[in-house]
Each structure stands twice: as C-alpha cells, then as structure tokens.
C-alpha cells in the first residue's frame, strides 16, 4: 500500500467523462433522461466534474447538456466545444459552468485535423479561452494528441492557455500510446514548467496501459483525472472511474468520492449502455471477487483480505453477492 509516492491525503479530482467520451462508444447513445439519471447518481457519488456532450453537435446534444445543467446538482458540469466561438456560446446557452476547449498542436494535427500552423492555432486558443472567460465559463485547455507532441510545443500552447485565463490545463494521450514510465517523465516536465497549474490527464486503453498511466500521472503530479465508468469511450475506451476511484482509495489518496456506489453506478451504467464490465474486469467484473479453489474459499471464509485486496463491501456490493 501507500506505494505511488503521493502524500495520503493529498486531493486528487475525477473528472468523470462517462456521458462524453461514453458517448463516441460503439453503439452508446445516451437518451436525455438516461444522461439526467447518470448525472444524479455520479453526483451523489461525489464525482466533483460532470462532463457532458457536445452542445454544438446537434439538437440531442444541446439538450443533454441543458437538463444536466438545470439539474440543481452539487458538480461542476463541463461541456465541450472545439477552439471556436460557435461552440463556446453554445456551451454558455446550454447553462453549463465549464467548457473543455480541445485542439491539437502537433505536426499531425496541424496537416490532418485542422489545416492550420502552429502560430495560427495558438492565435485560435488565446482568443477562444478569452472569448469563455468573457461568458463567465470556466476553461480547461485540452491539447489532444498531446502524448505525440513535441515538449516545446505542449510548453507553447498551455502558455498562451494559462495565460489567457484558462483555470487548467490537460495532457490528453488520445490514442493511448503512452507507458507509465513516459508518463512519469512527461508530467514531471509539465509540473516543473508550470508549477501552480491544475494539470489534467486523459488517457485512452489502446494498449492496456490506461489505469497504470493515470497512477503514474497522480504520483508525477497531475491534480486531475478523466475517466469514465467502466471505461467506456472511443475503441477501446480510457481510464475506468471504478477503478481509478478504488486504487487511490487503497493509497490512502482523497479524491471526494464515496467509494461504496461503485456497485451502484456500475449496474445503472451497464443497463444505459448496454456495456457490461468484462467478467474479468478489476473491481466491477463479476469475477473479480469470486474464488474456486478450495484453499481459496476457505481461506476467504477466515478472512477476506487472505485473497482479495479490498473489501467488496467497501465498494457497495453485499458479501458472496454476484457482480453485474
């Protein structure tokens, strides 16, 4: 226990993107009245950031974001919106209090995604974090692909960011790529060059290495972390908030989540979705709890922890009971 080189006690904040990045999941839709009951319980979870849609996306998705935002719920409710003002009124419209503004700065993003040079993107993120700071939105700067962009440019881009009044920054490993020990490195570099910034982090489970990523993350230094339930999202999906949420329990790491409506969330998530946990899946799948060997069951009865690395019963689910 207590091995990620972080004091416990020390705050770390989920920013839980389930009704976001859950949403680009093969097959996920998200009805209005499914988004409002997923919110609900997220906040009665103590999940401090909600994130939504895309508002400027499409009727549905203005809706989403409007009854969330009307919710009279505890969260911060951040909605996203591309480096442009059209997105951003709509984010202010929906009644949202955050914007996410997303943009990639590297070589790739520049030629494929948005045809423009790196001064003039920088241009883009200094007038849209300003333009948001004018509709009393608070900003988080995302640099998407940010694990493939060169160091100088990642230091160019949340610059301008913090200097335009962007309340946090956030490293987004958009196609998972990244190992634990690249991580430590990179975050360690971002936290040295900006000391007193709220530093996100946002990693994708291309390679398996989400949860471990974010782990490395937290001990490096980033204050927040993205993750959804379940891990759903774009392929195969980003940080699982269940997951996320016990590990740093474990450590003794506050992250203002009540850690026993894991069980809950996870069975309201699978019956929105359609996306039931991997029987395999740490903390929620249903075997991750189950023993058959003799030695196993028996030593179990005596005591649980001979076997298991946290109480089922810390997570919401009744002793012997059968996860989802």
Known sequence: MKEM???PGNRIHIVDCTLREGAQAPGVAFSAEATLDIARALDDAGV????????CASAVEFERVSRIASAGLRATILAHARAAQRDIEAVAR??????GIFVGVNTLSQAVRLRRGEAEILSMIDDSVRFARRLGLAVRLTIEDASRTEFDSLRRAYTVALEAGADRICFADSVGIMTPGAVTRR?????ATFADAALEVHFHDDRGLAMANALAAVAAGATHVSSSVHGIGERCGVTDTAGLAANLAYEGIDTGMRLAAVASLSRLVSERTACVPDARRPVTGR???SHTSRLHVLAVERDRSAYEWIDPAQLGFATGEQLV
Do not use: D, M, W
């Open 187 to 191: 975050v360690g570099e971002l936290r």
């Open 287 to 289: 075997h991750a709890f």
């Open 5 to 7: 080189g972080i004091a």
């Open 94 to 99: 929906a009644g949202a209090a955050a914007v």
């Open 48 to 55: 401090g950031t909600i994130e939504v849609g895309h508002p």
